[in-house]
């Protein structure tokens, strides 16, 4: 999708990216081809063909940043297919809802390959370093709970990522509700043990650690890892409606 964006590029909004969508163009590559008879005036032609070329050369480069600054913060999802090579799933356990108040315990970060979790007093500082290595963040309602949460408590780690929220285009494509309720209507299931544990049951699992039940701790990490493992399969099964979603409305 993100070969087919345009309102990154300099005086070009979403009117005239749809205008340009709307001509039957596909791709920068179509645009280019075709840059005379795009729908949209002469100005916003020069923007266009500018705006291709630069893009085209910070996409080569690989430059996420470049991307991240110019597309609106609920337009990321966009470039998913393009730095899959560098997302983190990121989802984090608490003590309760108020940053500040409440404190991280856990923090599962899986890069399509590995899920790896961090827990309070024994590694959750190593997220700084880990978090670092990605040039995509994806989450499930992170841009109000989880990155608030990981910003205050570790105020050094410079968040310059890409994120998509998945809870924002699921929404636009009339999927609502927690997470775990998206999953069961995209029929995705979860081990047996961990069907009921939700984030207040995380607290409670949490405690019980405190007080010295390690079985409690190995069943919070157990069911973070599947919350972050679940959001990519998410991903896999909607994102193909997400580009039709944004082509048509």
């Given at each position: 999708?993100?070969?087919?964006?345009?309102?990154?590029?300099?005086?070009?909004?979403?009117?005239?990216?749809?205008?340009?969508?709307?001509?039957?163009?596909?791709?920068?590559?179509?645009?280019?081809?075709?840059?005379?008879?795009?729908?949209?005036?002469?100005?916003?032609?020069?923007?266009?063909?500018?705006?291709?070329?630069?893009?085209?050369?910070?996409?080569?480069?690989?430059?996420?940043?470049?991307?991240?600054?110019?597309?609106?913060?609920?337009?990321?999802?966009?470039?998913?297919?393009?730095?899959?090579?560098?997302?983190?799933?990121?989802?984090?356990?608490?003590?309760?809802?108020?940053?500040?108040?409440?404190?991280?315990?856990?923090?599962?970060?899986?890069?399509?390959?590995?899920?790896?979790?961090?827990?309070?007093?024994?590694?959750?500082?190593?997220?700084?370093?880990?978090?670092?290595?990605?040039?995509?963040?994806?989450?499930?309602?992170?841009?109000?709970?989880?990155?608030p949460f990981i910003k205050r408590e570790f105020?050094?780690?410079?968040?310059?990522?890409?994120?998509?929220?998945?809870?924002?285009?699921?929404?636009?494509?009339?999927?609502?509700?927690?997470?775990?309720?998206?999953?069961?209507?995209?029929?995705?299931?979860?081990?047996?043990?961990?069907?009921?544990?939700?984030?207040?049951?995380?607290?409670?699992?949490?405690?019980?650690?405190?007080?010295?039940?390690?079985?409690?701790?190995?069943?919070?990490?157990?069911?973070?890892?599947?919350?972050?493992?679940n959001l990519e399969t998410i991903i896999d099964?909607?994102?193909?409606?997400?580009?039709?979603?944004?082509?048509?409305?």
């Open positions: 999708m993100l070969r087919n964006s345009y309102i990154q590029m300099e005086g070009i909004g979403k009117c005239a990216e749809k205008n340009i969508w709307d001509a039957g163009i596909e791709s920068w590559e179509d645009a280019a081809a075709q840059i005379d008879s795009l729908p949209i005036s002469k100005t916003k032609k020069a923007a266009v063909e500018k705006g291709i070329d630069e893009s085209a050369a910070e996409l080569g480069d690989k430059n996420h940043l470049f991307f991240a600054e110019r597309l609106p913060s609920a337009e990321h999802w966009r470039a998913y297919s393009e730095f899959s090579d560098s997302v983190a799933f990121v989802d984090i356990e608490t003590t309760g809802l108020a940053p500040g108040f409440d404190s991280i315990t856990v923090v599962g970060i899986y890069n399509r390959k590995e899920a790896k979790t961090y827990v309070q007093g024994i590694d959750l500082d190593d997220i700084t370093e880990e978090i670092q290595k990605y040039k995509m963040l994806v989450t499930f309602n992170g841009a109000r709970f989880d990155l105020p050094e780690i410079e968040f310059n990522h890409l994120h998509m929220d998945l809870m924002y285009p699921l929404k636009r494509i009339g999927y609502s509700g927690g997470l775990k309720n998206i999953e069961r209507t995209l029929g995705i299931e979860r081990a047996e043990d961990l069907k009921s544990v939700d984030g207040f049951e995380a607290v409670r699992l949490w405690r019980r650690y405190e007080r010295g039940d390690e079985e409690a701790l190995d069943t919070l990490l157990r069911y973070n890892k599947e919350d972050i493992v099964k909607v994102y193909p409606s997400f580009i039709r979603n944004c082509l048509e409305k």
